[in-house]
C-alpha cells in the first residue's frame, strides 16, 4: 500500500485548499477511504470517511458544511476540498485505508491556518 499526500500549505483564515492523496499498490476503487488529521499535542482524528464508490460520505462535526472529501477511481485519488477555514485546522492530514483491521497511513501534508 502506498498513499501520497500533498496540496498542503499556509493559507489565511477565511481561505481554501485541496489536498490529494493518490493511492497506488492495492485495489483503490474497492475500500472506503477516509481524512484525518493531527494537531501538534494532539491526538490524531477523523476528518471525514467516502464510501468505495463515493456514493456516501460522513464528516466530523467540527468540519462539517466547509469541508468535503471526494474520489476519482480512475485516478487512485481521494480529495479533501476545505473551505472557510480556521485556525484550529491547523494539523497534518493524512489520508487512511484500512483492511483487515491494519491502518495504512500516508506521510502526511501540512496546513496551516495563519494570518
Known amino acids: 500500500v502506498q498513499l501520497v499526500e500533498s496540496g498542503g500549505g499556509l493559507v489565511q483564515p477565511g481561505g481554501s485548499l485541496k489536498l490529494s492523496c493518490a493511492a497506488s499498490?492495492?485495489?483503490?476503487?474497492?475500500?472506503?477511504m477516509r481524512w484525518y488529521r493531527q494537531a501538534p499535542g494532539k491526538e490524531r482524528e477523523w476528518v471525514a470517511g467516502i464510501t468505495s464508490d463515493g456514493s456516501s460520505t460522513n464528516y466530523a462535526d467540527s468540519v462539517k458544511g466547509r469541508f468535503t472529501i471526494s474520489r476519482d477511481n480512475g485516478k487512485n485519488t481521494v480529495y479533501l476540498q476545505m473551505n472557510s477555514l480556521r485556525p484550529e485546522d491547523t494539523a497534518v492530514y493524512y489520508c487512511?485505508?484500512?483492511?483487515?483491521?491494519?491502518?495504512?497511513w500516508g506521510q502526511g501534508t501540512q496546513v496551516t491556518v495563519s494570518s
Open positions: 499498490r492495492f485495489t483503490f476503487s474497492i475500500y472506503d
Open positions: 487512511n485505508h484500512r483492511r483487515g483491521g491494519v491502518n495504512y
